[in-house]
């Protein structure tokens, strides 16, 4: 794998089986991940951005290699190639205790403060936990690290004592990051870290995630159902709907020349303070967004998209570079 990326994810599908019937036999099954590449570099922040549904939560877990465990049914397929200490591995082939040992370079933080952090730990042993899973460090080192992280998220050292529920939505996402960064990891996959949050306190926990991300040196696959909440954190920018990737590229880019029409309807969906945009005409989408169980033929927006062609039936468009670095899937856009 190419020396400059973190994570290369190379045509990775996930399928849930629905099943029913007397027998509970498979009768249909969801495609929540239809087929999805990408790259993300060492040091940079990929925006994963669509919306509710769309697969991203599904993507992130496949990447950290978490599904097949808490899925048994789940049908994965494709590749995620992690550049590791010994070179580059692909983490889909690994069994549950090979992938013990690189699990401590990538890490989650959730959407929701309140339900993903265990109530019944107190936040030194919330900390604690990735540590002693992950890592060989002695206790010694374990909390004396406890205490350094709660400093670099802006808590205190003394608060290791204290339980979830005697903090704020916006300090226990700071506790979520100082557990994600507990084993030292290498990529950071961040889960709409901030959509619980008041947009308030959102600018605080994301300027706190970048401060973090050069003193650590990280990668971070931030995901998020709005542009607004990526544009400002991502290096780049990947848009997906059902399933798929329409559209990514630099994030200045994709935010100011969108050019797949979905990223264009997301982008008019928002009031935008970005002047470019503020005056063009709001895109309405037509219709619901389909589920991927009964994922259209083709091109999966074709059933909502301004620009339909038959042709759009035939077959999933692939990705093109529109100009430099900049890739739609759409054969109707330039
Ligand atoms: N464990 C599961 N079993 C069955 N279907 C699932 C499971 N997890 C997610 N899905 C389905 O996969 C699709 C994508 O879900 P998700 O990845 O959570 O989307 P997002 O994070 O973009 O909101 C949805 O239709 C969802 O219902
Ligand atoms: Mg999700």
Known sequence: MNKENI??????????????????????EVKAVDGISFEIRKGETLGLVGESGCGKSTAGKAIINILKFSSPDVEISGEVWLNSDEGGIDLLKLKRNEM??????IQMIFQ??????NARLNVGQIIEEPMLYHTSMQKKERKERISWLLEKVGLQAEQSKRYPHEFSGGQRQRIGIARSLATNPKLIIADEPVSALDVSI???????????????DLSILFIAHD??????ISSRIAVMYLGNIVEVGEGKEIYHHPKHPYSRAL?????????????????????DVPTPLNKPSGCGFRTRCP????????????????????????????
């Open 7 to 28: 994570i290369e994810v190379k045509d990775l599908r996930v399928k849930f089986p629905v099943t029913g019937g007397v027998f509970l036999g498979k009768v249909a």
């Open 100 to 105: 013990r040992k690189y699990r401590s370079m």
């Open 112 to 117: 929701d403060p309140y339900s993903s952090l």
């Open 202 to 216: 959102q600018a605080q926990v994301i300027n706190l995630l970048q401060e973090l991300q050069k003193e650590f």
């Open 227 to 232: 542009l607004s909440v990526v544009e400002h």
């Open 267 to 287: 982008l008019s969906a928002v009031p935008l303070p970005n002047p470019d945009l503020r005056n063009k005409e709001r895109i309405i989408l037509k219709g």
């Open 307 to 334: 620009i339909v062609q038959p042709s759009c039936a035939d077959a999933v468009p692939p990705l093109e570079e529109k100009t430099p670095g900049h890739f739609a899937a759409c054969p109707f856009v330039s």
